[in-house]
């Protein structure tokens, strides 16, 4: 079966700009989760989704927003980039909202 | 709010050497622990899982163990080899409502020396 898939592997955007970042569970998960990962940090919890429902969400500003689709896919859309946003997005998916989550490689974003 | 400690942040050890890396946490209403390994600029891979009614999990030199009423966790290597270079992080999750997440460490960023 194929892991956890994320879209696309590395970005450079420029300060302003909107970004949308796309992950795809691992067949049969429903939940997906959003985590940012600053250099030499841990990742920190941005959004979680379970059967096309926003479950929570972590302590990033508005900018930040996410969808989940039918096909339990997920879309990151972050606006009005700030050169902060620079780091690696991460996405994991489980089963349910509270079982073992399966991250993806990541999409790093650099913000110029 | 669960805060999650990694100490040192890393560590440097010569090949064959059986070692022990520690996890604390603040928040002992975890619903499990996991532990992971991320090579640089990569993505996260699951090493252990530890549901919040067991003391400890085992796959192949790797023994991880959790004590709840401590709030601590430890992942054992046996007979490092330089392979297993890498920054390992540990995460507890926790279930708030119908939300549920995992709160990191900063990782330790091991080196195995050949």
């Known amino acids: 079966d194929a892991g956890v898939t994320q879209s696309p592997t590395h970005l450079i955007k420029t300060r302003g700009q909107q970004v949308t970042l796309r992950c795809s569970p691992i067949s049969g998960h429903k939940s997906v989760s959003w985590y940012q990962q600053v250099l030499g940090q841990g990742p920190q919890f941005i959004f979680q989704y379970y059967e096309k429902e926003e479950r929570g969400r972590g302590n990033f500003p508005d900018r930040f927003s996410a969808r989940q689709f039918p096909n339990y896919s997920s879309e990151l859309n972050v606006n009005a980039l700030l050169l902060g946003d620079s780091a690696l997005y991460l996405c994991a998916s489980s089963r349910a909202s509270y079982n073992e989550q399966f991250f993806g490689p990541g999409t790093r974003l650099t913000v110029l | 709010k669960q805060e999650v400690t990694q100490i040192p942040a890393a560590l440097s050890v010569p090949e064959g050497e059986n070692l022990v890396l520690n996890c604390s946490f603040t928040?002992?209403?975890?619903?499990?622990l996991q532990w992971f390994r991320q090579d640089p600029g990569k993505g996260l891979t699951s090493l252990l899982l530890i549901q919040s009614s067991q003391r400890e999990q085992t796959s192949g030199r790797l023994n991880a163990s959790l004590d709840k009423s401590s709030g601590r966790s430890t992942l054992y290597i046996a007979a490092s080899q330089p392979g297993d270079s890498a920054t390992y992080l540990c995460?507890?999750?926790?279930?708030?409502?119908?939300?549920?997440?995992?709160?990191f460490g900063k990782g330790i960023t091991l080196s195995v020396r050949p």
């Open positions: 995460a507890g999750g926790a279930q708030t409502g119908a939300n549920s997440k995992l709160t």
């Open positions: 928040d002992s209403a975890i619903y499990n």
